[in-house]
């Protein structure tokens, strides 16, 4: 892609993103070609986004970080997104499914920052940076229709799927939890609906820190003390609807819910 292209690119994605319409009709000329191509586009949608209200850089969110998330987009590893002040909520959350394409929620264990983290880091230099953790649901939406045909390029100029968060209450004793083996679970109307292990994000969702730390330090990025980072989704999303109440729990580490209006 030209500067030209990229900046038409995030100038489409953008406008689509603030209308809530679908960008299942992106043209060939706006998709990046590779991923390094949709990072550079996900920046200039990041300050439109930012230009037009949605807020100001609040923290990350790291995708397809299990085996079944990357067989069912089709993408070979993670990806992250970049996550916005317009889109944070706290537990229990109110929100209009209506504004969204195709709502989804994850259920994810959040990190709050206290230490910067950047390239080079380790598993060691991770946990070290952390000051809290959190029960946590992304939100998340379908803009894509076949997510899988759109491909992991443009997925990733458009954040990735992100549309927000809901933060549960700040749990500051987590050195001790087992988070590798804690069991996630999504629940809707308070029938669990999807369920899956702590292990199956990169082994162990601190990884997913390590990952995305290194990932934004080859951009000559980092992580800042205060970020929240969504470390990705135990069990696979769940693709709400109006009305219903949702919620997730993580062992160790609580509940989070949100009802959908």
């Given amino acids: 892609m030209t500067p030209a292209d990229r900046?038409?690119?995030a100038r489409w994605i953008s406008s689509r993103r603030i209308a809530g319409a679908s960008l299942a009709d992106i043209p060939a000329n706006l998709r990046p070609a590779d991923q390094d191509e949709g990072y550079a586009v996900a920046a200039l949608v990041r300050e439109r986004l930012s230009a037009a209200g949605r807020g100001m850089l609040v923290g990350w969110k790291v995708g397809a970080t299990t085996p079944a998330m990357q067989k069912l987009l089709s993408v070979p590893g993670p990806c992250a997104g970049a996550m916005l002040s317009h889109g944070r909520f706290v537990s229990p959350a109110r929100v209009r499914a209506q504004h969204y394409v195709k709502i989804g929620i994850e259920c994810e264990v959040a990190v709050r920052l206290a230490r910067p983290l950047g390239a080079g880091a380790t598993r060691t230099d991770a946990e070290a940076a952390i000051g809290a953790l959190h029960p946590a649901m992304e939100i998340v939406d379908n803009r894509y229709g076949d997510f899988a045909a759109m491909g992991p390029p443009t997925l990733i100029a458009d954040d990735f799927f992100h549309a927000g968060f809901v933060l549960g209450p700040e749990v500051s004793g987590w050195q001790q939890l087992d988070l590798a083996g804690a069991t996630g679970i999504t629940r809707a109307n308070g029938v669990e609906v999807q369920r899956g292990k702590g292990s199956d994000v990169l082994g162990h969702p601190f990884e997913s820190l390590v990952w995305l730390a290194n990932r934004l330090g080859a951009r000559g990025e980092r992580l800042e003390p205060g970020q929240i980072v969504m470390t990705g989704s135990l069990p696979l999303?769940?693709?709400?609807?109006?009305?219903?109440?949702?919620?997730i729990s993580i062992d160790g580490l609580g509940t989070a819910e949100v009802s959908l209006l």
């Fill in 237 to 247: 999303p769940y693709w709400a609807k109006g009305g219903e109440r949702v919620q």
């Fill in 7 to 9: 900046a038409e690119a």
